[in-house]
């Protein structure tokens, strides 16, 4: 039986090619297997419900009626594909293809050109060749020039003149014949405590206008002090950029009271008054020189000059300002005598502190200096300094982060404050320098003052050694004063003329004035 189907199969395969012998005969032998299955499931499902026979098929009578109905769709199928020509269609098709192709064109290669014994041409300077005939000069060669940002001033002393005035202008002279009056007259404290409710009441009627707020330096003010004159309110600064400001806020208009001088490269990190003559001005920067304004002469001397080093702070060891305590940035310490010929130390020690921020001296036991370092505190006899090296008498070990300050009340020395970078400011007992000073009182204040803003330093009240004055981040701006004992006094606020953080602040030493220096050179005063 399965030999017969297959022949009947080849014969219907053989007689639709004979009808179509050319075109179809690739397409049924790629077709053939496809119809096949096709028919197989067709007939399948039909079933013998259609028992039509097909021309042709007679030869084989002996099949079944199933294996008809197979082999004649078989036959339908491969005539319903021939007259579709599909194989016509591809092959019309493959034609358009290969036509729209572009040929593949092969890029000529220039011919290379000749050598005529020229050469290729090139620049007689790029190959350092002297041109025919001719010599060309030898190049000197060129010093390398190192800029320095900040440049040391020349050694010596240096002319006083203001860089916002002419120096003959007229109103210069009056402002130094007027700071040489006041150098004859002199101030007058007495040095006596007043109380506590006179000194509130006293401090609470200071108020702040816009005549007492000027831009008086071109950078951030670093120090700040107060001339003692009784007469006339005088304030000092020192700046960023090596700048000293003196402002006269009795002279109107403002800006004409305001002088600026430049005798340090670096930033001016200390300022004070001479006590000995108010008409002396000495600053120390971090370029390593320390001098003295003269204002009856008008010119800054020289005092201490040490370029291999950088200054941090200063204070006097005598009454008459005549020897002084330096501190410098990596930890030395220096005493300095100007009494003596030059501007070099008389003794140079250095002390097991990583840094040195401030020095202050105690104001009755002269030979005891407070140093305040990375975070230590030190208290040093000025007597007992060796080249060597030096161990502090006391060391403060309660600090737990960076201390910016240490001062000692300016009249009894009794008390020594701190301000320390965990936001706390602490009071310690130095009525008697032993080997340990008790912590009286810890005051909370946030000292976080960022990167942009110079860092706070807490400072005693010169005319009331019981009260410290310090600046605030709280809002709105303000300046605050508290008691040893930790309780709040005052807070000198307004916000209309103080928007911004004083950071440091002097209060003058018999007048209730406060001024108070921010980070863009402007200067605030409270006045009574």
Same mark, same amino acid.
């Given at each position: 039986m399965e030999a017969t189907s297959s022949r009947a199969e080849s014969t219907l395969q053989k007689s639709s090619l004979d009808v179509h012998p050319e075109s179809n005969r690739g397409q049924h032998k790629s077709t053939s297997d496809a119809v096949m299955v096709s028919v197989d499931m067709e007939s399948s499902q039909d079933g013998d419900s259609n028992e039509d026979t097909t021309p042709g098929l007679d030869d084989f009578s002996g099949l079944s009626s199933y294996e008809k109905k197979r082999l004649k769709n078989i036959s339908e199928n491969a005539n319903f594909f021939a007259s579709l020509q599909l194989s016509e269609s591809a092959a019309r098709l493959r034609e358009m293809i290969k036509k729209?192709?572009?040929? @593949?064109?092969?890029? #000529?290669?220039? %011919?290379?050109?000749?050598?005529?014994?020229?050469?290729?041409?090139?620049?007689? =300077?790029? !190959?350092?060749?002297?041109?025919?005939?001719?010599?060309?000069?030898?190049?000197?060669?060129?010093?390398?020039?190192?800029?320095?940002?900040?440049?040391?001033?020349?050694?010596?002393?240096?002319?006083?003149?203001?860089e916002n005035r002419d120096d003959n202008d007229e109103l210069f002279k009056g402002f130094l014949q007027t700071w040489e009056e006041m150098s004859k007259a002199g101030s007058k404290n007495t040095k006596e405590l007043p109380s506590l409710k006179s000194y509130k009441a006293n401090v609470s009627r200071m108020v702040i206008s816009e @005549?007492?707020?000027? #831009?008086?330096? %071109?950078?951030?003010?670093?120090?700040?002090?107060?001339?003692?004159?009784?007469? =006339?309110? !005088?304030?000092?600064?020192?700046?960023?950029?090596?700048?000293?400001?003196?402002?006269?806020?009795?002279?109107q208009p403002k800006e004409e009271g305001i002088y600026v001088f430049h005798p340090h490269s670096q930033p001016v990190s200390c300022v004070y008054f001479s006590p000995a003559n108010p008409a002396h001005i000495l600053s120390l920067s971090y370029d390593g020189t320390l001098r003295c304004g003269d204002f009856s002469r008008a010119v800054f001397e020289e005092v201490y000059r040490n370029e291999s080093s950088t200054f941090s702070s200063f204070d006097f060891l005598a009454e008459d300002a005549?020897?002084?305590?330096?501190?410098?940035?990596?930890?030395?310490?220096?005493?300095?005598?100007? =009494?003596?010929?030059?501007?070099?130390?008389?003794k140079l020690s250095k002390f097991p502190l990583e840094k040195i921020r401030t020095v202050h001296v105690h104001p009755v036991h002269r030979q005891y200096f407070v140093t305040a370092g990375l975070r230590d505190i030190h208290i040093y006899d000025a007597r007992s300094l060796t080249p060597r090296g030096s161990q502090p008498l006391i060391a403060l070990t309660e600090h737990t982060k960076s201390v910016a300050s240490a001062y000692f009340s300016p009249i009894t020395g009794n008390r020594l404050v701190t301000t320390c970078a965990d936001s706390n400011l602490r009071i310690f007992d130095s009525s008697c320098i032993a080997s340990q000073l008790p912590l009286l009182t810890t005051i909370r204040h946030n000292t976080n003052t960022g990167r942009w803003l110079t860092r706070f330093r807490a400072v005693w009240d010169p005319k009331q050694e019981d009260c410290i004055i310090v600046g605030s981040m709280a809002h709105p701006r303000r300046v605050e004063i508290f008691h040893e004992t930790g309780k709040w006094l005052h807070s000198f606020l307004s916000g209309e003329y103080l928007a911004s953080v004083c950071s440091i602040n002097a209060m003058h030493p018999v007048r209730y004035i406060l001024a108070g220096g921010n980070s863009s050179g402007k200067i605030h005063v409270f006045m009574n």
């Open positions: 729209r192709q572009p040929s @593949e064109s092969k890029r #000529k290669k220039p %011919k290379k050109r000749e050598n005529d014994g020229t050469g290729c041409r090139r620049s007689m =300077r790029l !190959l350092k060749v002297d041109p025919s005939e001719v010599s060309l000069p030898a190049t000197p060669p060129q010093p390398a020039f190192v800029t320095d940002e900040n440049p040391l001033l020349p050694p010596g002393p240096l002319e006083m003149t203001p @005549e007492t707020v000027c #831009k008086v330096t %071109k950078g951030s003010v670093l120090s700040l002090a107060l001339h003692p004159s009784e007469t =006339r309110t !005088l304030v000092a600064a020192g700046a960023k950029y090596g700048q000293i400001g003196l402002w006269d806020v009795t002279h005549s020897t002084l305590v330096v501190g410098h940035w990596d930890g030395s310490m220096s005493l300095v005598d100007r =009494r003596t010929p030059g501007t070099s130390y008389e």
